[in-house]
């Protein structure tokens, strides 16, 4: 499976940016799509999964009614609407894919494929 991510750039506190990852190759093979985030000298951490059968959604807390992930199958597409945009959600925005089951989908090592990674600056 190969992920590319696309749409981040420089946006004012307040705004908003779409970021959209795009699956190619045994895309039949995936459970889940997640968003990831690694700003400068911190660790890459979870921002939202969404999972392949029923769409349901987990978002970290930081992000809850700011963000909203979803996906379009037929497309092999999963989106990252980022609202309300804070200077601390400046970061690189990587997509991820599992095909894994019955996993939470929160952690890195649940994740078997990652997109080459997308820069999100928010100014303040």
């Known amino acids: 499976v190969q992920l590319q991510a696309s749409g981040g750039g420089l946006v004012q506190a307040g705004g908003s940016l779409r970021l959209s990852c795009a699956a190619s190759g045994r895309t039949f093979s995936i459970n889940a799509l997640g968003w990831f985030r690694q700003a400068p000298g911190k660790e890459r951490e979870f921002v939202a999964n969404?999972?392949?059968?029923?769409?349901?959604?987990y978002y970290t807390d930081s992000v809850k009614g700011r963000f909203t992930i979803s996906s379009n199958n037929a497309e092999n597409t999963v989106y990252l609407q980022m609202n309300s945009l804070k200077p601390e959600d400046t970061a690189v925005y990587y997509c991820a894919a599992s095909s894994s089951w019955l996993s939470s989908y929160r952690n890195r090592h649940e994740y078997d494929y990652w997109g080459q990674g997308t820069q999100v600056t928010v100014s303040s």
């Open positions: 969404i999972k392949r059968i029923g769409a349901s959604t």
